[in-house]
């Protein structure tokens, strides 16, 4: 998962966290960063068929 972060003295970056690690906008990470976006990934399928749903 990749996220960007800001640092307490304003930087920004971007870093990649380890599978299985839970992170959301606005949590402080144990360095004092913050994180400000969560860009989806290049895997996700934006144009993907939604199944239809019938009705019995």
């Given at each position: 998962?990749w996220?960007?972060?800001?640092?307490?003295?304003?930087?920004?970056?971007?870093?990649?966290?380890?599978a299985?690690?839970?992170?959301?906008?606005?949590?402080?990470?144990?360095?004092?960063a913050?994180?400000?976006?969560?860009?989806?990934?290049?895997?996700?399928?934006?144009?993907?068929e939604?199944?239809?749903?019938?009705?019995?």
């Amino acid at each position: 998962m990749w996220a960007y972060i800001r640092y307490p003295d304003g930087s920004t970056e971007e870093r990649e966290f380890p599978a299985g690690v839970s992170i959301e906008i606005g949590d402080i990470l144990e360095d004092g960063a913050v994180v400000i976006d969560l860009p989806y990934s290049d895997n996700c399928d934006d144009d993907a068929e939604v199944p239809t749903i019938y009705d019995d």
